[in-house]
């Protein structure tokens, strides 16, 4: 496959190791959905007993495969899941759910299990036709392929403007058993909560019921996917699918009480913060990362909904990626996103020094090392509403030109 | 004053011969706030007896001059119009209170007025303190320079990053008297509802009471500069103000169900329209302008919502600034506008052609007069939602390299 030519300035140096996860074998392959000779569809197939838990895109115009893997995941079961990048089948109609079902309808024959246990996803331009019959032409090929060293080529498989594959792992104990958590995800653009990433994948041994995972992978995507944004564009096929072979040797967790769980809910929290996070640092054009911290507000949720204003301001975005500390800006941010804050007693950081106290600008203020901070890759915001004691973290990349640089030709 | 160099592709061949109203003079001069040799005061002189109405933004963070004016517009009563541009006075805390009590002070006293007759606003960089001082004393000079002719100088001296000024007059006829309303306008970063533009001044010399005025003000706004937007930023100094001077002889207007306000509501509607297409016109970097018409929407707010979630798409924006009628992003936006939409009754036009329809792209669709379109300056988009019998319009501009030059380097 194609390797993007310009990789983000804030990408990881490589991919990292993913060990094996009993259970699961992956493959990427190359069947032409619209990118010539670049990898486009990927495969993994899990072993029966796997249990499954999904989180989806809002979206009021979500695409036919949400729908489908939205009903097919009542059912708690899992065996197969199919992603194509290229083309997102969605608002296609018809014809795209006919897609979806001969996609489906391929897969379960060929891995042999029910077609409620195959899962698919699309990611790629938006109201064009699937050719879903290259995919099912391809599936013999890759069922062939699937190891379960597959983790990168799974990852790059499900690549569309990203310029660098996205994976992550963690380890948890339970009943002193080790329990592995792979993950791989795909931004790029049409990064906003929620959720946020485009596409991702994660995989445990663990055992753990379906209704539980789902309540786990809800929590989780809480704290990481739904607070990053790109672009505050929402895409119409966020997918997360967080599937378990059930294969560590540990008695099952089948009760989101249980307190074994709660090793496993830090991992997979680690999991998908890693993963958002790269998703922002591959953000369409990014050149800084930004972390932006609000203390003070009403709630969690207000404290959230302020960190995505100023996230998703324009302004403060190029006024960062102009390496320009024009913290006026985040001011106003705070203002429009309509929650509570105390104008007069507003604190904002940047970089860890005090720009503005009690509604203004601190006295006898220093810009220099702030000036020095905002030429860093890596920009810290920390804004204090002075209402109550709501706090977030979100986490945001710069607008550059690069950004409208991609978006202004993606089709061509 | 120095004339930007660069001047926005959308601009118009002129600004407009706005007569002269009876009982209103205007003069702008260069007290050096920020901008040296360029003109950034504007005082506006109005004749005892003159009503007046405002509608502000409504950011949490609102600016100094803002909340006076909310406070002084109780009182509905005005005699002068003080604004400065290159410094908003906004988030500067007490001493931008202090700023606010200084000018209105000196222009009370200067023009012999009560103190909550005076209206001052301040726009420009945030969170950095007003050389008041200088408008103070500039304001003599000024006082001299006002006259009846001044329209095109008090717009040019509220001007920041704007290109052009904007300037827009109506006429309308109240018991046979012909009233005429005059206003100008700046925008041209943090255009947003609610308010859009940062700076508005209408005059007219109709007589019509304070209470009558903001009703109409309220109403007009609402379907003029609460439709526009350029980056979905909302400033902190959003201020539109609508002077009467009660100088017109037909008999007075008091009540809001007097039927003689209608042509007056037509005139106004007309002429905040006029500004806030300018002001769309004259967004930062903007190369396009967008119409997007909504209809079949649940209500005429759903509608309105979902316009503007398709005006502030970075995606679908810069797809335009790129000359690519990627439809697709607008289905996306309406998805994440979270108002109701049929997905699979979904009809989008673009430049009159419809490009999908029942949920899909048309059959057989020929792109050719769609891609002759999306290369003109004049972009239409029309979405039906068919959901119910709610419409709007909304008006935005594209998403260009320009708007990120001049906001990543905006303070320096």
């Not at 929620?194 to 809800?218: C, G, N, P, Y």
Request: glycine share 8%; aromatic share 4%.
């Amino acid at each position: 496959m194609a390797t993007p030519k310009i990789v983000s300035a804030l990408a990881p140096s490589a991919f990292p190791d993913l060990p094996v996860i009993p259970g699961v074998s992956l493959a990427g392959g190359a069947v032409g959905i619209r990118y010539k000779k670049r990898s486009d569809v990927m495969l993994a197939v899990l072993d029966e007993g796997s249990s499954v838990a999904g989180c989806y895109t809002r979206s009021l115009t979500a695409s036919a495969p949400v729908d489908w893997c939205k009903a097919a995941g009542a059912k708690g079961r899992v065996r197969a899941i199919v992603v194509n990048s290229g083309n997102a089948n969605a608002f296609t109609g018809s014809a795209g759910v006919a897609s979806v079902e001969r996609e489906v309808a391929a897969t379960a024959q060929l891995v042999g299990c029910k077609k409620h246990e195959v899962f698919v996803a699309s990611t790629g331009v938006i109201g064009e036709p699937l050719a879903d019959d290259k995919i099912v032409a391809g599936l013999p090929a890759l069922l062939k392929a699937v190891k379960p060293t597959g983790w990168k080529a799974a990852a790059e498989a499900i690549m569309t403007t990203d310029t660098f594959a996205k994976g992550a792992t963690a380890t948890a104990l339970i009943d002193g058993v080790p329990v592995t958590i792979n993950g791989f995800a795909k931004g790029s653009g049409m990064i906003a909560p929620d959720m946020a990433t485009m596409l991702a994948f994660v995989f445990t041994d663990a055992a753990i019921s379906a209704d539980v995972l789902q309540h786990e992978l809800t929590r989780a995507t809480d704290r990481s996917f739904n607070c990053i944004t790109v672009d505050s564009d929402t895409s119409t096929s966020d997918t997360l699918i967080l599937s378990a072979t059930n294969k560590a040797a540990h008695r099952p967790i089948k009760d989101k009480k249980d307190a074994r769980v709660k090793a496993f809910r830090r991992a997979l929290e680690a999991v998908l913060t890693d993963l958002a996070i790269q998703v922002v640092k591959d953000g369409e054009g990014a050149e800084k990362f930004i972390t932006i911290r609000v203390t003070g507000a009403a709630t969690s949720k207000a404290a959230r909904r302020i960190g995505l204003a100023i996230a998703n301001s324009p302004l403060v975005k190029t006024a960062i990626a102009g390496e320009d500390a024009n913290w006026g800006r985040i001011v106003m941010a705070v203002g429009k996103s309509g929650e509570k804050a105390d104008r007069d007693r507003l604190m904002i950081k940047i970089g860890g020094v005090t720009v503005a106290a009690n509604g203004q600008r601190v006295d006898g203020f220093d810009e220099t090392p702030v000036a020095a901070h905002i030429k860093t890759r890596d920009i810290a915001i920390e804004v204090d509403v002075a209402i109550g004691k709501g706090d977030a973290t979100v986490w945001t990349c710069d607008l550059t030109h690069r950004y409208l640089d991609i978006n202004a030709g993606y089709r061509s």
